[in-house]
């Protein structure tokens, strides 16, 4: 509590940049460790990044996924019953035909229940690479995925979605006080310069905070950044794997929104291409 009757809610957050393989036995230690890690942290909600159960640096496909009900997703809700630590982590899921599979990302809360799934609407055909020749997009008429931790609402985004601004502003329009984006940036030509300014437009220009939390390893930039809702960045990761952790407060939220009431001001909405 601060001095007076105004209540100060902060959440813990830790950024598990990790180096992801096509090992999935090795990945799930390695979401194990990063457990372990939060939970000395004292955190509140764990990040994971994209693709987060398995990965190639050269395509993800069928061959990587697994459902809902698979050991990828039970370690997260196991780990997140040991811990209290809720998670937000990518993965892979079957998709409707055998040839194609699933971007997603999941949301389990501190009990354990898995409590939502994003399932990627942009897919990263861009920079000379066809994302969907492997996989099918997510329908963008779905309702966003919102998970609340400790008074907060975190809204999730995935990776390429961090270039369309729609798609953020959307998930705030849904309640979204911080959006949450695990990616598997890739590398290139003035792509970590790319990664950091977009997370932070995000930030500005919906006035909330955005944890950005990107794999590490070959092909990938990592670089994870939590950014204010004032464009400051808070938390900054370097290439390789790395945890790190900080505090999201929603009373900074709320003077910066009070303070710039963009989001009051604004004339134009957001609606699905169908």
Known sequence: ??????????????????????????????????????????????????????????????????????????????????????????????????????????????????????????????????????????????????????????????CYDLRFPESARRVVDAGAQVLVVPAAWAAGDRKELHWRALAVARAIENTCAVVAVGQAGPGVVGRSLVVGPDGVVDLELGAAPEIGSTDVDLARIARERERNPSLRNRRYTTSPLL
Do not use: C, W
């Open 1 to 158: 509590m601060s001095s007076g009757d105004a209540q100060v809610t902060t959440v813990r957050v830790t950024l598990g940049q990790l180096q992801v393989v096509p090992d999935r036995a090795a990945n799930r230690a390695s979401v194990v460790d990063a457990f372990a890690a939060a939970a000395r942290q004292r955190a509140d909600l764990l990040v994971l990044p994209e693709y987060a159960s398995a990965y190639d640096p050269h395509g993800v496909g069928p061959e990587h996924a697994e459902p809902l009900t698979g050991p990828f997703v039970e370690t997260l809700r196991a780990q997140a019953a040991r811990t209290g630590v809720a998670v937000i982590a990518g993965t892979t899921l079957p998709g409707a035909s055998a040839q194609r599979a699933v971007n997603a990302v999941v949301a389990v809360d501190p009990a354990g229940e898995l409590v939502g799934v994003y399932r990627k609407v942009h897919l990263y055909d861009a920079f000379g690479t066809r994302e969907s020749d492997r996989l099918e997009p997510g329908p963008p008429e779905a309702a966003p995925l919102v998970l609340d931790v400790g008074g907060l609402r975190f809204g999730v985004l995935t």
